[in-house]
């Protein structure tokens, strides 16, 4: 069927009508990527739930007039401000490559096509549509060469819908094969598929196992707080026997310790910095969840083409068949390469070794489809031409067959020029196919694709490699880059369809060869069904249903606009090579979050508990009559105890290099090593402070040494957890680690400093008792930590870390 055109409209809008149409407010107005605007980063960083509690504690003790007891305040501005600089950062380098990586359409004004973004398309532009193409705005059908169009995106229905003139086309949707123009009758917020887009491209941490962890954690925390909260303020107001003052310094001192400030916060700077990291090397990351994902991925499905291979293709040779004229096998190929308007690799490379075209005229076109695995062009007297894949339009068990895959063993792309004895848009096409040659074309396997391999072997990732050409050209490029099983390919026209027999398939072997956009679908859900977290790498139309589908679908920058807009990481550079980068930041993200939710929880824990000892404690005296007891600590005292266990160390720890892969129990880990520790830390500091405590009439001098002495023991312990968290060394977390014992040695033996903080390590036989506590407490924790790994069957502590 050759190409309809409505002649009125052919030409496009002109200069002067496109310009009425912009100042009549009538264009494409979606912004470009719907992000967060810097106004709404600085408002959810500032106003948070954590820095409400932390506003109203700071208020408290400035009532009590000790502004050096407020200096927890300063975290309501530390947070506030690196998160916004992070997310600021974060939000500019996806904004940038998302600009980088947008589908532009092409469209046609005055006669002449060109692309444009997409928010510059206005009401009745004519847009032009090829395959791969993403409909941007909704429309109406003006021109069409057997135009399909896959709109699984929107309805769901995975199969391609014709669409001849006057049809309908709705944006969200994509060109599967053929060609044509549209009408733009809907654009802007009026476009069926605008308020989708802006929702699935927010900058956004939802729907994150991380996050979702962290939520449990918080709710679990909560559960914590409020009776230990209400019992340490009751026992400070009401049982400490302690004017307002210390009483409410006490009090306030007990419940800062209990807000987990920095864990939500780390969080999301660790994923900021991988995107800004990730981004540095051409990495777009359109959901933030996806950098967490990839670090659970255990099988990468990778296309051959465009991810193993070069996207260039030289024609390499035309081996003709048979009694076949040489000369019109060219003219023929130099005709169909001419007449295709979008024309793909192989056709490109055809193109370009045969640029001079006969001028035949052509009276019918068949385009190339993944399903169908052939084109074709009819060209009146000059007969029906077809170009599609050996083992597809030939009997497999002919000569001409045979040599087809003799040479694609070689790792070479075939392709069969054939005569049809019908016109290729027959229903019945293509008929009886009669040989006229072997077109060979040359691909190139990229530098760096064994490379990834090896890595992905060495993480424990297993590669498959899904391909729509020939079993046996796959099975070779995939031996040549020494994948395991991978010469041995698998033909997928011979699988089984169901689920758990392909599943078996896909356990057994590597690399498969001819396998259609469905059949790729279903690989994936396969994969899934056995409880593996999949990649999905592509970049033609033919991977889009498998992108969508996947956990992680990774697109190449140069792919076509369809299966940009499904995957969640585009690598712009088009590099294979690029995603260990990603799967590596994944890691470090996921890995470092659970070290320093390890440090948080522990902190939480054993202040709720040391607040619930003291509060107990205090009861106790109203009902039997001993001593009443106050707070151990100053609200300075916790400052400075979470300064070097927790706080910078945290920090640091979070942007630290990782490379477990992720597994899944996030939360369970974190409960199982941060509760023991807490309580170790709470009792042991309790202990420590029952030895010290003179009583409610004891001098300011004894109240003093017997707050440093419970915080000796709790120093103590806290450190050794940092410590143990940290695990595996490496050279700059001894220093980290070093840097924090000697940073709480100087604050201890200082007089300025013990003057400004109120400490006083002066008496022999407290010391000695808070460093027996300290000691013993840190041989529990290693205890527990041990039995912990040694319950789980594996090991407390991550494998070392690669530079």
């Known amino acids: 069927m050759s190409i309809t055109v409505q002649a009125s409209d052919a030409t496009g809008l002109t200069a002067a009508q496109v310009e009425q149409r912009r100042r009549d407010g009538r264009t494409n107005d979606v912004p470009d990527r719907a992000s967060r605007s810097v106004r709404d980063i600085i408002r959810a960083n500032v106003f948070t739930r954590i820095n409400a509690i932390l506003g109203v504690l700071f208020l408290l003790v400035l009532a009590t007039g000790s502004l050096i007891d407020g200096m927890f305040g300063l975290l309501i501005v530390a947070n506030s401000a690196v998160g916004i600089i992070q997310e600021v950062r974060a939000k500019r380098t996806l904004d940038q490559l998302a600009i980088v990586s947008q589908a532009k359409p092409t469209v046609r004004r005055d006669g002449k096509a060109a692309e444009i973004p997409p928010r510059e398309v206005v009401l009745d532009d004519l847009i032009e549509l090829g395959p791969g193409d993403q409909i941007v705005v909704d429309g109406v059908v003006e021109e069409s060469a057997q135009l399909e169009v896959d709109e699984s995106l929107l309805t769901g229905e995975a199969d391609p819908v014709d669409k ?12 599967v094969s053929g060609s044509g123009a549209y009408r733009a009758t809907k654009v802007g917020k009026d476009a069926y598929a605008a308020k989708l887009a802006e929702e699935a491209s927010k900058f956004t941490l939802v729907h994150s196992e991380l996050r979702s962890g962290i939520d449990r954690i918080l709710k679990f925390i909560t559960y914590l707080l409020i009776p230990a909260g209400l019992l340490i303020i009751y026992n400070q107001l009401f049982s400490s026997g302690e004017s307002w003052r210390p009483a409410l310094t006490g009090m306030v001192a007990a419940l800062v310790p209990m807000v987990p400030e920095g864990l939500v916060l780390m969080t999301s700077i660790a994923f900021a910095v991988g995107v800004v990291r990730l981004g540095r090397r051409q990495c777009l990351v359109q959901e933030l969840p996806a950098i967490e994902g990839l670090a659970r991925v255990d099988v990468v499905c990778a296309d051959k083409t465009g991810t193993l291979t070069e996207n260039g293709m030289r024609l390499s040779d035309i081996e003709v068949l048979d009694d076949a004229d040489p000369a019109e096998v060219r003219k023929a190929l130099a005709a169909m390469a001419a007449g295709d308007p979008r024309p793909n690799a192989s056709v490109q490379a055809i193109a370009e070794a045969l640029p001079e075209n ?34 597809v339009l030939l009997d497999p068990e002919s000569g001409d067959a045979r040599r087809a895959e003799e040479l694609g063993s070689s790792g070479l792309r075939i392709l069969l020029l054939g005569r049809g004895d019908r016109p290729v848009d027959a229903v019945d096409a293509p008929g009886t196919v009669r040989p006229a040659a072997l077109v060979v074309l040359e691909q190139k ?12 072997a060495d993480q424990n990732v297993s590669v498959k490699v899904i391909s729509g050409d020939n079993a046996v050209s796959v099975g070779a490029v995939a031996a040549s880059l020494e994948l395991p099983g991978g010469a041995n390919a698998i033909d997928a026209r011979k699988l089984p369809e169901d689920q758990a027999a392909l599943a078996d398939a896909l356990d057994e072997h590597t690399t498969f060869g001819r396998v259609r956009p469905d059949q790729k679908r279903a690989m994936v859900s396969a994969l899934q069904s056995r409880g593996h977290t999949v990649a999905m790498t592509g970049d033609g139309v033919n991977d889009v249903l498998a992108l969508k589908d996947s956990d992680i679908g990774v697109a190449m920058g140069a792919g076509s606009p369809a299966t940009r807009a499904v995957a969640q990481i585009v690598l712009l550079d088009n590099k294979f090579a690029t995603l260990p980068y990603v799967v590596g930041e994944g890691r470090r993200v996921i890995g470092n979050i659970e070290r320093v939710s390890n440090l948080f929880l522990t902190k939480t ?47 640091i720890l979070s942007l630290a290099p990782n490379n477990e892969r992720a597994r899944s129990g996030f939360v369970g880990r974190v409960m199982r090593l941060a509760i023991p520790s807490g309580v170790v830390i709470g009792v042991a500091t309790f202990i420590a402070y029952l030895i010290a405590y003179e009583g409610p009439d004891a001098s300011e001098t004894e109240r003093v040494q017997a707050g440093t002495t419970a915080l000796i023991t709790l120093i103590m312990i806290a450190v050794w957890v940092l410590a143990l968290v940290a695990r ?40 000695t008792a ?33 530079p």
């Open 164 to 175: 001849p003139l006057g049809a309908n086309v709705m944006s969200g949707s994509y060109v």
């Open 445 to 456: 396997v990229r530098p760096d694709a064994r490379a990834t391999l090896e890595y992905f």
């Open 605 to 651: 824990v054993y202040s709720v508990l040391l607040a619930f000892l003291v509060g107990v404690a205090g009861v106790g005296s109203q009902i039997f009559g001993y001593e009443p007891l106050g707070y151990p600590f100053l609200p300075r005292h916790v400052t400075i105890a979470a300064w070097f266990t927790i706080g910078i160390p945290a920090f």
């Open 728 to 767: 595996p060394y490496v050279w700059w977390k001894v220093v980290l680690i070093g840097a924090s014992v000697a940073a709480y040695l100087f604050l201890f033996t200082m007089p300025f400093t013990r003057e400004f903080f109120k400490l006083d390590p002066s008496n022999p036989r407290l010391t």
């Open 770 to 802: 808070a460093l027996i506590c300290g000691a013993v407490g840190i041989v529990l924790v290693e205890a527990a930590w041990w039995i912990t790994a040694k319950l789980r069957g594996g090991h407390a502590h991550p494998t070392p870390e690669r």
């Open 358 to 391: 006969p001028g035949w005229t052509q009276s019918a076109v068949a385009p190339f489809s993944s399903a169908k695995k052939w084109s074709g062009q009819s060209f009146g007297e000059h007969g029906d031409w077809l170009l599609g894949a050996p083992d």
